[in-house]
């Protein structure tokens, strides 16, 4: 009896050969820029309390009041995968205590993130962040640093179809002045009461607002960039100024709103321009208020989130993959037992040293081997038979034309090394 196939669940984003290739150097270059500058790896758990998304990243967001995966565990405690991981380093932070030792706190994460939402193209519901945080300080140059960290990584990808976004949300003073004059106007608008409830709980969110006739009544609204205290203001400048030194090129977007609630200062996002409707490939902001909502002391902090999924997705529309560099430099086809422990032991003395190297098994024809050899895209392949292991010599075949030389095996590595 033939058994009903079983699927991934809807919408999650899953990596299979070669493509995942792609994805893992996608997801190294991402990282990379946040190691050159110091910040380290922490790993967190992928589901933690309920309590801190639900505080930490505000009821009013779409995130925590429609897409988290949460359920009672076997011990009747609330437990949600994280949507996201800024709660969760801070979480750690706090429960830590790192925030006593040296500050900024910077370190960089990387891995699966959950929402329920829709699923499309460059949308899953288990999807890839490499993310950064810098907790502790709350200096203008740092906010550079960490934009300037996201648009390396793009840069060293290759990727030149993207713009960053900016804007200010301000300090306290400045978002309680807005405030005060956007809850006004919304008061003035014929809302829906979903709309008014979500308005209540953090008003800024409107500007979010997808539909085209909330779009049109919120043009005249007032915009927080011109509530800046002068402080913020000043802060906001220097940002400017400093990714202008970086030769950083920016849009100031004072109608941008995170879909997260925990966004103070300097917010921004990154926008590609092939990538449709899910356009967003990271974005982030700091974040002053954060750590005390989640029972730590008052400090300030900042990071971004990269999705890796639209990143590859960019990469992939923008030609920019060197899929080469993914594989190997010699193929081996034994022929015989006897030969088979030969490659083995070849095989394992090249991987040593760093080539990569692949085995044809199964005691295929030499026809069929030879085609496998040519399918796996390896740049050299050889036949190893009773002749070559007699001899010492194998021919070292040059897949790409075919063309053919002797070498001796104890120069097998010099001679591939020569040709990479
Ligand atoms: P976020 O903007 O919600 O920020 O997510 C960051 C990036 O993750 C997005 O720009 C997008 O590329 C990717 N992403 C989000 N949702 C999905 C999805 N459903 N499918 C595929 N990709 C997705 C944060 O998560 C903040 N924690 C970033 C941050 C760190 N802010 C400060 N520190």
Known sequence: MKREKIMAPKGVSEYLPPRSASFEWVREKLINPAKLAGYQ?????????????????????????????????????????????????????????????QLPVKVYYSGAFFRAERPQAGRYRQFYQVGVESIGLDDPAIDA????????????????????????????????????????????????????????????????????EIKALMTNAPLLIDYLTEESKANFDLVCSYLDALKITYVINPRMVRGLDYYTGTTFEFVHEDL???????????????????????????????????????????????????????????????????ALVLAQELRRDGFQVEIAFGDRALKGAMKAADKSGSAYAIVLGDAEISSGAVELKRMSDGQVSSVKMSELKSALSERK
């Open 41 to 101: 790896l922490m790993e967190l758990p992928v589901f933690e309390d309920t309590q801190l998304f639900s505080r930490g990243v505000g009821e009013s967001t779409d995130v925590v009041s429609k897409e988290m995966y949460t359920f009672e565990d076997r011990g009747g405690r609330s437990i949600t995968l994280r949507p996201e991981g800024t709660a969760g380093v801070m979480r750690a932070v706090i429960e830590h205590s790192l925030d006593r030792g």
């Open 145 to 212: 640093e960490i934009i300037a960290l996201a648009d390396n990584a793009f840069k060293s990808i290759g990727l030149t179809r993207y713009r960053l976004e900016i804007t200010s949300l301000g300090d306290q003073a400045s978002r309680a002045a807005h405030r005060n004059e956007l809850v006004k106007f919304l008061a003035a608008l014929d809302l829906d009461e979903a709309t008014k409830a979500r308005a209540e709980i953090n008003p800024l969110r409107i500007f979010d607002d997808k539909r085209e």
């Open 276 to 342: 449709g409707a899910q356009s967003g490939i990271g974005g982030g902001g700091r974040y002053d208020g954060l750590m005390q909502t989640l029972g730590g002391s008052d400090l300030s902090g900042i990071g971004f989130g990269l999705g890796v999924d639209r990143v590859l997705l960019a990469a992939e529309a923008e030609g920019v993959l060197a899929l080469s560099d993914f594989v190997s430099d010699l193929y081996i086809i034994p022929l015989g037992d006897a030969s088979k422990q030969s």
